[in-house]
């Protein structure tokens, strides 16, 4: 993105030069544009351009009149190339007045003033087919005249401030909708088993690539500017979503492994005390064979309470990441729990924060002073 605009017109100029007073018949005298230089015409050049270029296809597209009292009417089709220093904090939702500066070159306000024909509002006319542009839209323009200062004097200089307003769509499609998309898709991982760690590592981790392309993709048609716009801090806080939901995971299968680790400690010792008990029953029957039928039945009913038996799953189940292990510790994460209501509503809030705050806001730019330039 270049700060400049282009943009093609037809310059108008009129002026009074009392030697070129004539009578007769003819009120208007329509001259070849050829006669433009056998007669004095002002030196107006723009201020701001960076490229000018006038049309000569097939012949110069200028026209030239004179009037019975000496008004002489100047017109000629330009193509001009001017600056337009834009302050992109809003952007893509930023309006921009672009100013274009035109003046007498060598001549001072004591020798030439310039003035608008037709008033502030009428002396610049845009036709209906020109308002809507590719990717802005005038909504209008400011005319004022001004008096620039300089060492070598004061200059009568005209100014116009075409204000643009940018429009949304192109960037809504391609970068503000997949950013929306790729952070609910990383908060699918949520309803994932916890026991599914290799599905829910993937889907973060390509969640934060995607963010991570988009965000590198939607700052390649912006300036190389030192302040973050509107667009870099949606992608910022989406980029924060989506790391969130891979360091929520992390945390989930932390805690689970802590939980795992608690189970099988408790397993191991419950074990143990389980086993102490076998081997006092045994010392027992040994000290007294008599009782011998009935301490076999009491062990053989304490093994038969020890020893649960195990559910047996299919093979086809077994094998799948979406079944636990161990079915003691299956369950939906209390983190998760959480997440999937906090994640959302977060989300959801700063959404119509941001679009409440730049949609209503004013972020035309305010028209500059030349001397600021």
Same mark, same amino acid.
């Given at each position: 993105?270049?700060?400049?605009?282009?943009?093609?017109?037809?310059?108008?100029?009129?002026?009074?030069?009392?030697?070129?007073?004539?009578?007769?018949?003819?009120?208007?005298?329509?001259?070849?544009?050829?006669?433009?230089?056998?007669?004095?015409?002002?030196?107006?050049?723009?201020?701001?351009?960076?490229?000018?270029?006038?049309?000569?296809?097939?012949?110069?597209? $200028?026209?030239?009149?004179?009037?019975?009292?000496?008004?002489?009417?100047?017109?000629?089709?330009?193509?001009?190339?001017?600056?337009?220093?834009?302050?992109?904090?809003?952007?893509?939702?930023?309006?921009?007045?672009?100013?274009?500066?035109?003046?007498?070159?060598?001549?001072?306000?004591?020798?030439?003033? %310039?003035?608008?024909?037709?008033?502030?509002?009428?002396?610049?006319?845009?036709?209906?087919?020109?308002?809507?542009?590719?990717?802005?839209?005038?909504?209008?323009?400011?005319?004022?005249?001004?008096? %620039?200062?300089?060492?070598?004097?004061?200059?009568?200089?005209?100014?116009?401030?075409?204000?643009?307003?940018?429009?949304?769509?192109?960037?809504?499609?391609?970068?503000?909708?997949?950013?929306?998309?790729?952070?609910?898709?990383?908060?699918?991982?949520?309803?994932?088993?916890?026991?599914?760690?290799?599905?829910?590592?993937?889907?973060?981790?390509?969640?934060?690539?995607?963010?991570?392309?988009?965000?590198?993709?939607?700052?390649?048609?912006?300036?190389?500017?030192?302040?973050?716009?509107?667009?870099?801090?949606?992608?910022?806080?989406?980029?924060?979503?989506?790391?969130?939901?891979?360091?929520?995971?992390?945390?989930?299968?932390?805690?689970?492994?802590?939980?795992?680790?608690?189970?099988?400690?408790?397993?191991? $010792?419950?074990?143990?005390?389980?086993?102490?008990?076998?081997?006092?029953?045994?010392?027992?029957?040994?000290?007294?064979?008599?009782?011998?039928?009935?301490?076999?039945?009491?062990?053989?009913?304490?093994?038969?309470?020890?020893?649960?038996?195990?559910?047996?799953?299919?093979?086809?189940?077994?094998?799948?990441?979406?079944?636990?292990?161990?079915?003691?510790?299956?369950?939906?994460?209390?983190?998760?729990?959480?997440?999937?209501?906090?994640?959302?509503?977060?989300?959801?809030?700063?959404?119509?924060?941001?679009?409440?705050?730049?949609?209503?806001?004013?972020?035309?730019?305010?028209?500059?002073?030349?001397?600021?330039?």
């Amino acid at each position: 993105m270049e700060m400049e605009y282009t943009m093609d017109m037809f310059f108008r100029q009129m002026w009074v030069d009392e030697r070129l007073k004539f009578e007769g018949p003819i009120e208007i005298l329509r001259l070849n544009n050829m006669m433009v230089d056998k007669i004095w015409t002002p030196d107006t050049f723009f201020r701001n351009s960076k490229k000018s270029i006038a049309h000569n296809m097939t012949t110069p597209n $200028k026209m030239f009149r004179i009037m019975q009292n000496g008004t002489v009417f100047y017109t000629m089709r330009l193509t001009i190339s001017a600056e337009c220093p834009m302050l992109l904090h809003d952007f893509p939702m930023d309006g921009h007045a672009c100013p274009l500066y035109f003046g007498s070159y060598a001549y001072t306000n004591r020798e030439i003033v %310039y003035t608008w024909r037709k008033g502030l509002e009428a002396s610049v006319d845009v036709p209906p087919e020109s308002i809507s542009l590719l990717q802005y839209d005038l909504v209008g323009q400011t005319l004022y005249s001004e008096t %620039y200062k300089i060492h070598t004097g004061h200059y009568s200089v005209q100014v116009v401030h075409f204000r643009l307003q940018r429009k949304l769509g192109y960037y809504l499609i391609q970068t503000y909708v997949p950013l929306i998309m790729v952070v609910v898709l990383s908060q699918v991982g949520f309803w994932i088993n916890k026991e599914s760690v290799p599905a829910r590592t993937v889907a973060g981790i390509t969640t934060v690539l995607t963010m991570t392309t988009l965000s590198i993709s939607a700052r390649e048609c912006l300036p190389k500017v030192s302040y973050a716009t509107a667009m870099d801090w949606f992608i910022a806080v989406c980029f924060a979503f989506v790391a969130s939901a891979l360091i929520e995971f992390a945390a989930v299968n932390y805690f689970a492994t802590l939980q795992a680790v608690q189970f099988h400690r408790k397993k191991r $010792k419950m074990s143990r005390q389980s086993d102490s008990v076998v081997t006092t029953a045994s010392d027992d029957e040994a000290g007294t064979p008599d009782s011998g039928s009935l301490h076999s039945f009491k062990q053989q009913r304490s093994n038969s309470v020890i020893s649960e038996p195990e559910q047996r799953l299919p093979m086809f189940l077994q094998s799948g990441s979406a079944i636990p292990a161990n079915m003691h510790l299956a369950g939906t994460s209390p983190i998760d729990s959480y997440s999937r209501v906090l994640f959302p509503l977060a989300f959801g809030s700063f959404n119509l924060f941001y679009w409440f705050y730049y949609l209503y806001k004013d972020t035309m730019e305010k028209p500059r002073a030349l001397m600021n330039l």
